[in-house]
């Protein structure tokens, strides 16, 4: 069946250093969305892509879609110690109103 | 935007009795909902997608008679963890899209149920 994942499962990193999270499909998607989910907290959306090579910005995070539609990554510039929580992508399952979530990335960030 | 209720944030129960959940779409229809149950630290995991007016589909190795779903109407589902046990203790999820929109999830504030 489809798979999602994520990688790296968690990340520490100093404040004010970047981030990276790489999200791979093992189908191509007809979209990829992100979510964040604080510590303590349900997950809340952020974006969806949808076109091949697609680059979308929010401030310090740039979100990009692969050309095959198969993977993606949501990059945080300048850590911040608000950016702590963890980063799902999810892409539509084969069939039906599903979402597939990877595994997440946890974000945690040193002040 | 679009909103997900879900009831009650947190629970403690004794061994032996079951605990219901309720998820509600505020202002859209949802024909399915789905019910997530997460280990801390860990991921979303799906348990079971929640079909208004028939049966829930389950996921592979999760027992439908411990965790009854019912998807009575447009606008809510109930999660009911019957005879409950410390292992059921975790953080259950539901999110809905809205119908006929290829738009993202809305998720619920979550349930910690604890299990004493």
């Known amino acids: 069946g489809q798979q999602v994942m994520q990688i790296p499962q968690y990340q520490h990193v100093q404040e004010g250093e970047d981030f990276t999270t790489y999200c791979n499909s093992s189908?191509?998607?007809?979209?990829i969305q992100w979510y964040k989910q604080r510590p303590g907290g349900h997950p809340v959306f952020l974006i969806q892509?949808?076109?091949?090579?697609e680059v979308k910005k929010q401030k310090r995070l740039t979100f990009q879609f692969g050309e095959a539609k198969k993977n993606s990554s949501l990059h945080i510039t300048a850590t911040q110690t608000t950016d702590v929580g963890t980063y799902f992508c999810?892409?539509?399952?084969?069939?039906?109103?599903?979402?597939?979530f990877g595994g997440g990335t946890r974000l945690m960030v040193k002040p | 935007g679009a909103v997900v209720s879900q009831h009650p944030s947190r629970v403690i129960c004794k061994s032996g009795t079951s605990v219901k959940i309720e998820c509600r779409s505020l202002?859209?229809?949802?024909?399915?909902m789905f019910w997530y149950r997460q280990f801390p630290k860990k991921s979303l995991m799906l348990m079971a997608t929640?079909?208004?007016?028939?049966?829930?589909?389950?996921e592979q190795g999760v027992e439908k008679d411990k965790f009854l779903i019912n998807h009575a109407s447009l606008t809510l589902s109930t999660l009911t963890v019957t005879s409950a046990h410390p292992e059921d203790s975790s953080f259950y999820i539901c999110?809905?899209?809205?119908?006929?929109?290829?738009?993202?999830?809305?998720f619920g504030q979550g349930t910690r149920l604890t299990v004493v």
């Open positions: 999810a892409g539509p399952h084969n069939a039906g109103n599903m979402l597939t």
């Open positions: 892509l949808v076109k091949s090579g």
């Open positions: 202002d859209f229809q949802a024909t399915t």
């Open positions: 189908t191509t998607l007809s979209n």
């Open positions: 929640s079909n208004e007016g028939s049966k829930a589909t389950y």
């Open positions: 999110s809905a899209r809205p119908l006929n929109r290829d738009t993202e999830a809305f």
